[in-house]
């Protein structure tokens, strides 16, 4: 027999009477219920709590994440680090270091090609002027003006 046949074959299964019946019956002796189920008191007031304090914990996660009220304890701290004057006078202090280290490169060359021996990996000290100052630029790039020492940079912004 062929495959096509069989499945022909297959649209003509019928459930037995007695299976049929049983169905029926059972179906139509369930009666709908239209109404919702009554609740008590005590329930009402169950999901009325349960609302409320849903609610409250939104507000207050939504507080908290937000920074509340100003003056509260639940105020996060505001980033000392994404200032414009700290981002500005950091800029300048690793301005200055690359100068410094460029200087202290420098002096070493100059020694190391002077004395004709082997430069060492010691680190140089520069010497840099107490009244030194940096000069900033509104309309471009801030260049010092002399080497300042990171602090020294930090105090001069501050003033």
Known sequence: MNIF?????LKFIRPETSFTERSRREI?????????????????????LEVTVAGALVALFVLVITGGVANSP?????FAAVSPTALHAEAQAI?????LTKLAYQASEATATAESTPSSNAPMN????????????????????STLSVDQALQALTN
């Not at 639940?74 to 505001?78: E, R």
């Not at 107490?130 to 509104?138: I, L």
């Open 126 to 145: 520069v010497a840099v002027p107490a009244g030194a100052a940096v000069a900033a630029s509104s309309t471009g790039p801030s260049a010092p003006t």
């Open 28 to 48: 139509l002796s369930t009666q709908p219920s239209l109404t919702a189920p009554r609740m008590t008191v005590r329930q009402i007031l169950a999901r009325a």
């Open 95 to 99: 301005d200055i270091q690359i100068q």
């Open 74 to 78: 639940l105020t996060p701290v505001p």
């Open 5 to 9: 046949e069989r499945l022909k074959q």
